[in-house]
């Protein structure tokens, strides 16, 4: 007789097992990335009782609800505010906002942007699957031009937005890209975006064989895995002018950007200690734990 075995899967103690069983579908590839993410908690050895993870509304803003961190699973297009505030009341927090394309870039596409542009010491991580799953399907902003909604029956006639390009130029301070095959290189980006301070944007690619796959004819779960796999480029610090995507085209991953900007509570503090000289101690001491 053999003895038993227990098989711990490592990613367990992150989540909320009382949550579970999850609502995403067979083949969808939120969970990939949250297991990337659980490899990036262990593998950067951050403190997790300093990790606050910030969702919006969708399939992938339940991924909050699902990670036993301190998590808030906000209102649809607000978790970039929430998460701004988090940061700014507590900034010794690493605060990560964790959401979708139709979340992070329709709705909350204004908070998004001027986040970037301040510089905010935020990681985002932008589950995109072209579509707004959770609602049935619809044209989101990234949706390819000629790709099948339930929203668009004849096909998608908006250009869409090149996501890397749109936070590049919105001032973010790392840019990277993978999907949902590359789970090593995006476990060492989000290992690596906790070593960063200022706005961190991952974007991934992610299938929904549900909605999207299967309305576009592009095959099952393990299609687009392989469709993943043949026409991804690997090309670090390629021009994010170049990483718009197609319904079927090449798809250019990396990291895009990693520079040096000011984030905003330094330059904020910095004219503070210019205007209060050596008041300003006592007032840092004051709005800062
Ligand atoms: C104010 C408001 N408007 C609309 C909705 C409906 N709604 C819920 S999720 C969602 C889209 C989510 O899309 P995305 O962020 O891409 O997430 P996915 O479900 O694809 O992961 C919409 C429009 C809502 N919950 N609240």
Redesign the pocket.
């Known amino acids: 007789m053999t003895a038993e075995i227990p098989v711990i899967n490592p990613v367990e103690p992150f989540l909320r097992m009382d949550r579970m069983p999850h609502i995403w579908c067979p083949a969808c590839g939120?969970g990939t990335t949250v297991n990337c993410f659980a490899r990036a908690l262990l593998e950067s050895k951050v403190n997790l009782d300093r990790v606050s993870i910030v969702s919006?509304?969708?399939?992938?803003?339940r991924v909050a609800g699902y990670l036993r961190l301190d998590s808030f699973h906000t209102?649809?297009?607000r978790a970039v505010p929430f998460a701004t505030g988090l940061k700014l009341a507590n900034p010794s927090l690493h605060v990560v906002v964790y959401?979708?394309?139709?979340?992070?870039f329709?709705?909350g596409g204004n908070h998004i942007i001027h986040a970037a542009r301040r510089n905010l010491d935020l990681k985002v991580i932008c589950?995109?699957?072209l579509?707004?799953?959770?609602?049935g399907g619809?044209t989101?902003p990234t949706t390819p031009v000629t790709a099948l909604t339930t929203t668009a029956p004849y096909g998608c006639h908006e250009p869409s937005f090149n996501l890397p390009n749109l936070m590049e130029a919105a001032g973010a301070a790392y840019v990277a890209r993978w999907t949902t095959f590359h789970v090593r290189q995006l476990t060492r980006s989000m290992t690596e975006i906790f070593q960063r301070r200022g706005f961190c944007f991952i974007e991934i690619l992610s299938p929904?064989p549900t909605l999207y796959q299967r309305r576009n004819r592009l095959g099952d779960g393990l299609d687009t895995m392989k469709y993943y796999k043949q026409r991804s480029k690997v090309r670090h610090g390629a021009p994010t002018s170049e990483a718009a995507l197609t319904k079927e085209g090449e798809i250019l991953v990396g990291k895009f950007v990693d520079r040096e900007r000011p984030d905003y509570l330094d330059v904020l503090r910095g004219q503070m200690q210019a205007q209060l000289g050596e008041r300003y101690v006592e007032v840092e001491a004051l709005t800062c734990r």
Request: net charge negative; proline share 0%.
């Open positions: 939120i919006g509304i969708g399939c992938s803003g209102t649809h297009g959401s979708g394309d139709g979340d992070l329709a709705i589950v995109n699957n579509v707004y799953a959770m609602t619809q989101a929904c």
